[in-house]
Every structure is written in C-alpha cells, then in structure tokens.
C-alpha cells in the first residue's frame, strides 16, 4: 500500500484555500478534500510493515499545539516555482513530532527522503515554463489571515494512484498528548 502520514485540516480552512485559487494556466490544484500538511510520505509498504508501523506510531508521545498559517509560497524558489504551498509559522511542537513520526517509521525499516522537514501545505503543482500569473497569485497571498488550527492527532493514509489522480483515505488516527 502507498501511504504518507499528515495532520488534517478542518474544512472552514480547506474551503478558504479553494477559495484563493487562481487561474494559472498548466496548473494542477489539489482538490479540497485533499489538502493536508504531510509529515512523511512513505511510499509503498507491506502489510506486516503497516502493523508494526501502526503499533509504533501509537506509542508517539507528543503534544497537541496550534498550527498558525503564514502566507503563500512555492518550491524550489520564486525562479522556478513547481509547487504552490502555504507556510506555517515556526511551531517546535510540529518540528518534534515530523522527526519522532520520521525515526518511528525509519525504525520499522521504511526508508525516507533526506530532505529536511519543511511545513507547508501542497495548494497546486506548475508545469514549466513559469506562467506570469504565479507571481501576482504568490504578491496577493504572501500573507493570510486564518484562523490557527488545533491539531489533536495525526493521520497515517493510504493514497491510490488511479487516472482521475490521488484518493486518500485514512487508516488509522494517533492522539496527541493533551497540551
Ligand atoms: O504535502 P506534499 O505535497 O508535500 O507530494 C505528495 C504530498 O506531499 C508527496 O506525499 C504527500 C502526500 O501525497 N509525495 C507523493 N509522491 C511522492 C514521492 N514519490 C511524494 N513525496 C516524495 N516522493
């Protein structure tokens, strides 16, 4: 099964970052539903992994904190944007739990990328060449006001490839710690 590990967001923020959408020619949005902060995708695992993993994930000790949105933004950088996001203000509590979810599934011998955390939530992919329309989207949303989120848990999902895209589903849920 392909699976990643996010932390959900409530709908009044997912209908909020639809609503911002704009039209960028050769851009791909991630439906509503879809939008999450990924904390480790981990690719294809068995199932005897996904048991072991779950359990494992259960035992994370970490406490619940608030998620406070910072403006929007793409990777790699503004040259050649591929990816549009929305950042998140620094938030130690979520830096602990990204590394304690990235030791827990290393540990059960899932490999991961190298690449350093670094919160964000997925709003659309670009295709080259860069269309104008990415820097007016990227001036206009450099800052947001949203309400912050009170994260409770985090999700382990499973994500089906099919031809009309991703479908994620959730697997298992894991609490954080009271704050
Ligand atoms: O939240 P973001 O967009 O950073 O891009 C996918 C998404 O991350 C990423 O996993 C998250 C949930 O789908 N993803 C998908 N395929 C991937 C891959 N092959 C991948 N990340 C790394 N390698």
Do not use: Y
Not at 3 to 30: C, M
Not at 49 to 57: C, D, Q, V, W
Not at 112 to 137: D, G, M, N, Y
């Amino acid at each position: 099964m392909r699976l990643f590990i996010a932390i959900e967001l409530p709908d009044t923020i997912k209908r909020h970052l639809e609503k911002i959408r704009a039209h960028i020619p050769g851009s791909r949005w991630v439906p509503m539903e879809q939008i999450h902060l990924t904390l480790a995708f981990l690719g294809e695992v068995d199932e005897v992994t996904i048991e072991r993993l779950t359990g494992s994930l259960a035992a994370i000790q970490s406490p619940g904190f608030s998620l406070r949105f910072s403006g929007a933004g793409c990777f790699p950088d503004r040259s050649r944007p591929r990816v549009l996001w929305v950042g998140l203000e620094p938030e130690p509590r979520l830096n602990r739990l990204a590394s304690l979810v990235r030791e827990t599934v290393l540990a059960c011998g899932i490999p991961l990328e190298e690449r350093p955390f670094s919160p964000h939530i997925t709003l659309a992919r670009l295709k080259l060449p860069v269309p104008r329309e990415v820097e007016a989207f990227l001036g206009d949303h450099g800052k947001m006001c949203l309400p912050s989120v009170d994260v409770r848990r985090f999700i382990l999902f499973k994500s089906l490839l099919t031809s009309q895209g991703a479908v994620h589903t959730p697997l298992k849920a894991f609490t954080l710690s009271p704050t």
